[in-house]
């Protein structure tokens, strides 16, 4: 008898998940408020890009859903994907291939039709594009195998790579401040997890979003309100401007792909599947419902990449602030202020490093830092750079395991080393300065060695 139970208790709870896990998901009900584009392939993988390899290993398309139904966008061409709409809504930027043997390359369509404009060129694959302010784009293109990011106008012309050292690099949004969000493996440098990092349309201040590191966060986008949702292990997350450390979001479970469109009803259109077995299909979901609704569902494809058809407010421009120096600066104001804990008095230089030819690091120099924590030296630029802090015995404290940049001409702050972006500096004058205005050499030119 107590068995009998037993089994009728298993069965009715197997009932139960298998009513939520349907309840979880409704069937679509109708035309969207609001058309959009997205891409439709049989084999998406979405990290590929870290290896530099293809997302879209079999081709893919896109589709434009609008009240006419779904239909191909651009059925003369053998492959297309990576669809951006243009800030008035007019114009469309995608990667696409005319012949199945072609590279991929940045094209340019009207929404109202015609013929699509090629945007870029060369034998490499170029992809992921998205529109800046002034009639200019951002996209990867590949070098040797990595993807890097460059700027160049409509035309093609006025080429201006946005990302060094040795890593792939991939934009995934337009900040509403005017940065380009992308991603990278963490430590910047490696392939190894996927994060999150801004840089400016001139490729300076290149940043992560948050340090929050050491998790998988990857094809974040902006929404409305500001905050970044993204992809994570655990489902969707977001970072918002009130904390330091990622928000997992309550939707319903599943896997997400990251690249969320907000609609005019106030839903979210995501790519999502169940598990790994099943394609991604798309799925509108009202943030703090329970249940997800399905809007495209094809049998052994997957729906990724949604954007919205319509008009949107254009990013603010960057002015850019650079000099023309064939070298950088770089103050820090306070190298103690840290997500690593620093003994009172115990930094005492600083070194940088670059790579050579075969990879292999190399040191560019020593300064002293300063009893608040402050140093302040001339740097190289357009190069993987690792600084390393040490104490008074030449006894490493800390050294970074990834690498950051510096464009020619640029003069950068930061608060701290290992600071996280949202830290705020201390109001008070470095003692670095209060020394010397004259940064420390530190391009190679008087010093040698490996490490």
């Not at 107590?2 to 197997?14: A, E, H, K, M, P």
């Not at 979405?46 to 893919?60: I, V, Y």
């Not at 330091?244 to 259109?269: F, T």
């Not at 798309?282 to 943030?287: I, N």
């Amino acid at each position: 008898m107590t068995l009998s139970r037993s089994i009728i208790g298993c069965v009715l709870l197997l009932l139960i998940a298998v009513a939520i896990t349907k309840s979880s998901l409704q069937a679509s009900g109708g035309a969207q408020s609001t058309p959009f584009l997205y891409t439709a392939a049989k084999i998406y993988q979405p990290l590929a890009w870290m290896r530099g390899a293809d997302r879209f290993p079999s081709a893919a398309s896109i589709f434009v859903d609008d009240a006419h139904g779904q239909q191909a966008m651009l059925p003369d061409f053998a492959a297309s994907a990576d669809p951006a709409v243009s800030f008035d809504g007019q114009r469309v930027l995608f990667a696409g291939k005319q012949e199945q043997h072609d590279p991929w390359q940045i094209w340019e369509v009207a929404v109202s039709g015609g013929d699509a404009r090629q945007v870029t060129s060369g034998k490499e694959d170029c992809i992921r594009p998205f529109y800046l302010p002034d009639d200019r784009v951002v996209y990867a293109r590949k070098i040797n195998g990595r993807f890097r990011i460059e700027a160049s106008d409509l035309a093609g012309r006025d080429v201006l790579a946005l990302t060094y050292g040795p890593a792939n690099f991939l934009p995934t949004d337009i900040l509403h401040d005017g940065r380009i969000l992308f991603e990278a493996g963490y430590p910047l440098g490696s392939d190894a997890t996927p994060e999150i990092y801004t840089v400016y349309s001139d490729g300076s201040g290149v940043e992560s979003y948050r340090c929050d590191h050491g998790k998988v966060h990857h094809q974040g986008k902006q929404i409305s309100s500001g905050d970044i949702i993204f992809a994570s292990a655990s489902g969707l997350n977001r970072f918002t401007s009130a904390r330091a450390q990622e928000v997992q979001i309550s939707a319903p479970s599943g896997e997400y792909a990251g690249d969320v469109a907000e609609l005019s009803s106030g839903e979210w259109l995501l790519p999502w599947r169940a598990n790994p077995k099943h394609p991604f299909q798309l799925v509108t979901w009202r943030p703090g419902s329970s249940t997800l609704r399905s809007v495209v569902a094809t049998p052994g494809v997957n729906a990724i990449e949604p954007v919205a058809l319509a008009a949107r407010i254009v990013p603010n421009r960057h002015p850019s602030g650079l000099h023309d120096w064939s070298n950088a600066n770089l103050l820090c104001l306070n190298a103690y202020t840290s997500k690593y804990s620093f003994a009172a008095g115990s930094i005492h230089s600083v070194r940088l490093y670059a790579r050579d030819s075969s990879g292999k690091s190399k040191l560019l120099g020593t300064a002293s830092v300063e009893r608040d924590g402050s140093f302040f030296v001339h740097v190289p630029t357009e190069q993987g750079l690792q600084i390393e802090l040490l104490d008074a015995s030449g006894k490493t404290l800390k050294r970074e395991t990834g690498f950051f940049w510096m464009r020619h001409g640029e003069q950068r702050v930061c608060v701290g080393c290992h600071a996280g972006p949202e830290t705020a500096p201390e109001n008070a004058v470095p003692q670095i300065l209060l020394k010397s205005t004259t940064p420390a050499d530190m391009t190679g030119a008087s010093a040698s060695g490996a490490n």
